[in-house]
């Protein structure tokens, strides 16, 4: 017979509906890295999409987990490794393709050019630095669940993010096509100034939260 300690312990650890859902969020980052990589638009609305959902299932996990009173240690464990993998996942891809535009496609960020070495390790160095202090937390007994401050970057990188993949199959897109006017001029511009405004949020906000988080 299982003792308080024990029964404790399957509690946490429980596979639970919304660490299923967080677990197939992790699974999907492959696929969001590699298929912009390959050549067509379709691959990148195909991204996208997936993207979409993965984003989506990150707000649904956490719903049910407080919905049904079934938040685990395993979920807090899981939900911030699912934002970290979506994150590294899919900077890859941007990082390298705003470094090499094709002869059809630009795929550079208006007003930023490339993205910026500095940006990524920005963005990245947040994670591993709140990683390292959960982790020695943990070795404490304490479990920091995810804070406000610390989810709305999360969700302005996703934002940047999404619309950015976004814009590759807007222009991949266009691009065969030689249209010119005023649409593709809306568009580029459109989607350009969405990705370069919420590209500056995200590094405003990643700088933001992690000094409150600090603090804290």
């Known amino acids: 017979m299982a003792g308080p300690q024990g029964l404790a312990r399957s509690t946490a650890m429980r596979w639970t509906l919304p660490n299923i859902i967080t677990l197939a969020r992790i699974c999907l980052t492959p696929v969001i890295a590699l298929l912009p990589f390959i050549q067509g638009y379709w691959p990148k609305v195909i991204a996208f999409v997936v993207f979409l959902i993965a984003a989506f299932s990150d707000l649904v996990d956490g719903w049910l987990a407080r919905r049904y009173g079934t938040t685990s240690e395993l979920g807090m464990l899981l939900d911030p490794i699912a934002d970290k993998l979506l994150l590294f996942a899919t900077l890859i891809p941007i990082f390298w393709m705003t470094r090499h535009p094709t002869i059809l496609v630009d795929y550079r960020i208006p007003c930023w050019g490339s993205l910026p070495v500095w940006v990524a390790l920005l963005l990245v160095g947040r994670e591993i630095l709140i990683t390292i202090f959960r982790f020695f937390a943990k070795r404490r007994g304490i479990v920091i669940p995810a804070m406000a401050d610390g989810k709305l970057p999360v969700?302005?990188?996703?934002?940047?993010?999404?619309?950015?993949?976004?814009?590759?199959?807007?222009?991949?897109?266009?691009?065969?096509?030689?249209?010119?006017?005023?649409y593709r001029t809306l568009c580029a511009q459109f989607h350009g100034s969405f990705v370069s405004v919420t590209l500056a949020g995200a590094i405003v906000l990643t700088v933001y939260s992690l000094l409150v988080y600090l603090y804290r």
């Open 155 to 182: 969700d302005v990188d996703k934002m940047f993010i999404g619309t950015t993949i976004a814009s590759y199959e807007l222009k991949d897109a266009i691009a065969p096509r030689h249209t010119d006017g005023a």
